[in-house]
């Protein structure tokens, strides 16, 4: 396997020309989804990929995909990729590091005429960040099958633009059916967008799956009355049954410590008055753990406190649970050719579990997928102060170079 080294300075000087487009004035970017700013951005990304010979095809929600031959046509793509949208006060990293360090593995190889086994299929992602058009992760969501595309069309944003005429006025509606062209596997490169990577001083992080996460809301009732002359035996306390159950959500955390976490966020009290006793309650519970089996157990023992507490109480108790994402277990292969990867490129890192959503988590199931994140300072992201070094962004895509070649080795007769 030929050892082929990236360029630094010219990632470097491709991520910040390209933050020109949406700059702000505190130095991170504006570049919602399916605006003119996003078309500009998609017109240089185009532009970028044929002057090294890729054919460019975008499909019916405006993902596209630049496409690299490889020696067998035979074979389905080894994907890259990430997104270019970013949030209203982004960074310069989140998602845009992914695609231009893709673009980065694509120059590399072209300077030396390197041929992969694969073809090799370069992705950007439309409206991953889900701030003008939710949800997040809708262009890799329809791919995946997860969402339909008169769904996503559906979308609208705070201004009553839907998804379907956006699309239509930057033209980026494309003909290929979503998910027509199969990954053989897909690779994301991101920044960790968490603090953990910088407090070990590692460089990379070899992503092996994304957290489950389960949301509840619940309402408890109980009677207002009066603080001064009703007696403590004789209330029905609200807040005091919501406390109770905010401590043991913390404590359900811990008992399946380190990698579970359990957050209240969220309380509303009513009537909310220093003389009245609570008669209502809404809050939300935010649990997380990178194992379905876990959460169930969490969920478990959060159902049974619940009647318990209230009953101690002498309150009425609603619950529901309003989101349930499952935990998502990247393929064994693609991780060990990013760890394999990392290793060439003398780089420490560390196993780890995404906290965040991404493109990536959609992808996993229908190809084999992996991540690879390097670090951001102080874990700051979706900030336009959002900061990771040339020097780690060169780390990451060389990681990428090296995990897309040893993961291609496979196809070498
Ligand atoms: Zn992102």
Not at 249 to 274: F, M, W, Y
Request: net charge negative.
């Amino acid at each position: 396997m030929q050892n082929l080294t990236i360029n630094p300075q010219r990632l470097w000087d491709s991520l910040m020309d390209t933050a020109k487009i949406g700059g702000t004035e505190k130095g991170g970017i504006c570049r919602l989804t399916l605006t003119d700013l996003d078309r500009q951005v998609r017109d240089w990304f185009r532009s970028q990929c044929e002057a090294l010979g890729c054919t460019v095809a975008v499909d019916q929600v405006g993902n596209m995909f630049a496409t690299r031959p490889g020696k067998r046509s035979d074979l389905s793509p080894i994907a890259i990729g990430s997104h270019l949208d970013t949030q209203p006060t982004g960074g310069k990293f989140d998602g845009v590091l992914g695609v231009l360090g893709g673009l980065e593995v694509m120059r590399t190889m072209h300077d030396l005429g390197y041929e992969t086994n694969a073809p090799l299929m370069l992705v950007n992602w439309t409206n991953e960040e889900g701030s003008r058009f939710a949800p997040a992760m809708l262009g890799s969501g329809v791919y995946a099958g997860v969402f339909d595309r008169a769904f996503a069309d559906s979308r609208e944003d705070r201004q009553g633009v839907k998804f379907g005429d956006a699309i239509e006025s930057i033209g980026y509606r494309g003909d290929a059916a979503p998910g027509s062209v199969k990954f053989g596997a897909m690779f994301e490169l991101h920044i960790e967008q968490g603090p953990i990577l910088e407090a070990e001083k590692k460089m990379v992080g070899v992503v092996t799956g994304v957290q489950g996460m389960r949301w509840y809301e619940l309402e408890l009732t109980g009677r207002e009355a009066h603080t001064g002359s009703t007696p403590m035996n004789l209330r029905t306390n609200a807040l005091l049954g919501a406390a109770r159950i905010i401590d043991r959500v913390d404590q359900i955390a811990l008992e399946h410590s380190p990698s579970a976490v359990g957050t209240v966020g969220l309380v509303e009290v009513k009537p909310n008055s220093r003389n009245v006793i609570p008669g209502h309650v809404f809050f939300t519970v935010d649990f997380r753990h990178p194992d379905d089996a876990v959460l169930e157990a969490m969920e478990g023992k959060l159902m049974s406190a619940i009647p318990a507490i209230a009953k101690e109480i002498g309150l009425e108790f609603s619950v529901k649970k309003v989101w349930d994402s499952p935990a998502v277990r990247f393929d064994p292969e693609c991780i060990s050719a990013v760890r394999k990867g990392t290793e060439k490129a003398g780089f420490l890192s560390r196993d780890m579990v995404s906290g965040a959503g991404h493109d990536a988590a959609y992808i996993a199931r229908v190809a084999p997928t992996t991540m690879i994140f390097v670090p951001c300072e102080g874990g700051l992201s979706h900030n336009e102060a959002e900061s990771t070094t040339p020097e780690e962004c060169a780390a990451g895509a060389q990681v990428l170079l090296n995990a897309v070649l040893e993961y291609d080795q496979r196809f070498s007769q």
